[in-house]
């Protein structure tokens, strides 16, 4: 009598609980031999890899794999029972899963060895970190975005109260030479209240640049924090809110910035903001555009000696030699929901840093700015 | 058109301009610096309607609104808004603002908003004064009157109530033609709708 066909027998008792245990666990578990051929596989694997237990028993495990592991696991299994280095084993990683139907998923693995009767085998248990890495992705995001709105507000409420401020006189420019059409065309006419009216506009007037006087001497005033850093860096800080906002409008962002910048003297935040600003505004730009166009790139080159341009390129619809006229004009916007401030701003910031802020057609289509700003010589 | 325009702004140049704008077309502004020195100004003999600056330093455009609500204030407010104030002024209307006009305006649009809250508030006060002339009219029937006037509002013939009162129908008449000729009303129809005046 063999040992399966025992009820009593302890082995038999074991294996049956070890399956049902098996079965019952919420992380995949996998067993391969020491070729890397499938021997078990529980419920939550058949589950989480779409492949029955039955179909995938006896077949290579890289079936399972992902990205750049599919192809390798062979060599991987390989080298371990030659060098015995463990790369994976008992330390466990983050993989690329592939389920049947092709798709990827991120996972993490943690693998075991057992040997017995001088059989080698690989035990594996496979957690799909899809949702974790989706809240991660959701919970990045709105730090980001955070971060983002509290640089924006303080941009925003500085033209929302020069909005405010300029109203004012312009209000009351509007009402003064309206009262004074108003009586000019009377029979006969009060001139001496139109000329009264008339001194008012003129001191409105004056009032209003004051405004604007006062708001320049303010961003310069606020351009105090400079520090010595790189355009790498600063990409690298834009690039992950770029990216989220760039693919969450299927566009695709490529960044190609040189190693070898010298570094420029900034306030980082303000040229972050610009960027960002341009980013966006490239993404809008191709949001209704085909979807072949949709790609913005983001590149950095010498255009002389001490100077670098930091340009964002994108194929969108263009914009309109009327709209150029007036492209960098505070308030002027082509958007509903724009203060029309964004690139008003963003050339101010250029202009403090003794740099500029331009833009041209592309060849193609699309258009293309540039963020000049003089570079410090390396020492 | 009857009625004082009350500017509340506490902008010299604005409130000045407005003032002069007003003037040329014959309105009769009068204005105040802030929302306190209107609501200290402010009384019940007042007809007209408010140009109300919502951003103003001391008490805003919206509480200044409010209180006037407080003191039962019927005159129309229209707030002047800047650039960033939309939301407020959505709150404002919910609030019962007759509207609300955004800096800077074309004149016209300011001054047809104008007339239309002059127009509505003096239609506005004819209404109440109808109902006040009315309501005194009611409080001079004698409690019998009143009885007779509910049963007629009602449609019931003067023969039901004869009957309901336990008086004579020749008496139901005399106070029928009492009712009719107190209340000033010259049908039947006009007195049902006095009641529904009086129920308001």
């Known amino acids: ?379 | 058109m009857k009625g004082t325009i009350y500017i509340v702004d506490d902008d010299d140049a604005v409130r000045d301009s407005l003032c002069f704008l007003l003037k040329t077309v014959n309105l009769d502004p009068t204005t105040f610096t802030s929302g306190d020195e209107f609501l200290e100004k402010y009384d019940e003999e007042m007809t007209g309607c408010v140009l109300l600056d919502i951003r103003m330093p001391g008490t805003s455009g919206i509480e200044v609104q409010k209180k006037l609500q407080q003191l039962n204030c019927k005159l129309p407010i229209i707030f002047i808004t800047g650039h960033g104030d939309v939301p407020m002024a959505v709150e404002a209307m919910q609030s019962g603002a007759f509207d609300f006009i955004q800096k800077p305006f074309r004149d016209q649009e300011l001054l047809d908003r104008i007339f239309q809250a002059l127009e509505a508030h003096e239609a506005d006060e004819e209404e109440a004064n109808h109902q006040r002339d009315i309501q005194h009219r009611y409080v001079s029937l004698t409690p019998r009157e009143k009885e007779v006037m509910e049963f007629v509002v009602k449609g019931a013939a003067n023969k039901v109530i004869a009957i309901d009162l336990g008086v004579s129908q020749r008496t139901v008449e005399i106070h029928r033609a009492r009712v009719m000729e107190k209340m000033e009303a010259r049908s039947l129809a006009e007195l049902v709708r006095m009641s529904m005046l009086l129920e308001q």
């Not at chain 1, 740099?355 to 570079?375: D, H, I, K, Y």
């Open chain 1, 1 to 379: 009598m063999t040992s399966a066909e025992n009820p009593t027998d302890k082995s038999t008792i074991r294996f049956d609980q070890l399956d049902s245990l098996m079965n019952a666990m919420v992380d995949a578990f996998i067993v391969i031999d020491a070729r890397g051929l499938i021997e078990r596989f529980n419920n939550a694997a058949e589950e989480m890899f779409g492949y029955s237990s039955d179909e995938i028993t006896g077949q290579n495990i890289e079936l399972l794999m992902g990205g750049r592991d599919s192809g390798n696991h062979d060599r991987y299994l390989d080298n371990y029972q030659k060098t015995g280095k463990k790369k994976v084993i008992g330390i466990g990683r983050e993989v690329i899963a592939r389920r049947k139907d092709g798709s990827e998923f991120p996972a993490d693995i943690a693998v075991g060895e057992v040997s017995s009767g001088g059989q080698k085998r690989f035990i594996g248990l496979v957690r799909d970190l899809t949702d974790l890495r989706a809240a991660q992705t959701q919970s990045f995001r709105q730090r980001q975005e955070m971060l983002n709105t509290s640089r924006l507000s303080t941009m925003g409420e500085m033209a929302a109260a020069m909005a405010h401020e300029l109203n004012q006189p312009l209000s009351a420019i509007a009402n003064y030479s309206a009262a004074s059409l108003r009586l000019l065309d009377k029979e006969d006419p009060d001139i001496e209240s139109v000329k009264e009216a008339l001194q008012q506009i003129n001191n409105q007037a004056h009032r209003a640049s004051e405004v604007i006087r006062r708001t320049r001497d303010f961003t310069r005033a606020t351009d105090t924090r400079r520090e010595k850093t790189s355009v790498q860096d600063i990409v690298a800080e834009v690039k992950p809110l770029a990216e989220l906002d760039a693919h969450a409008n299927n566009i695709a962002l490529l960044i190609d910035i040189p190693a070898n910048l010298a570094p420029i003297e900034v306030d980082s935040l303000q040229i972050q903001q610009v960027l960002l600003n341009l980013l966006r505004n490239g993404v809008d730009a191709m949001r209704d555009v085909d979807p072949a166009y949709r790609e913005i790139r983001l590149s950095a080159r010498y255009t002389a000696p001490g100077e670098v341009s930091i340009v964002v390129r994108d194929q969108g619809q263009g914009i309109s030699e009327e709209v150029a006229e007036q492209l960098f004009n505070p308030f002027f916007t082509t958007k509903n929901t724009g203060m029309g401030m964004g690139l008003a701003i963003c050339r101010t910031i250029a202009e403090a840093h003794n740099g500029s802020l331009e833009f041209r057609r592309n060849p193609e289509r699309g258009v293309s700015f540039a963020l000049t700003l003089p570079t410090q010589a390396t020492s």
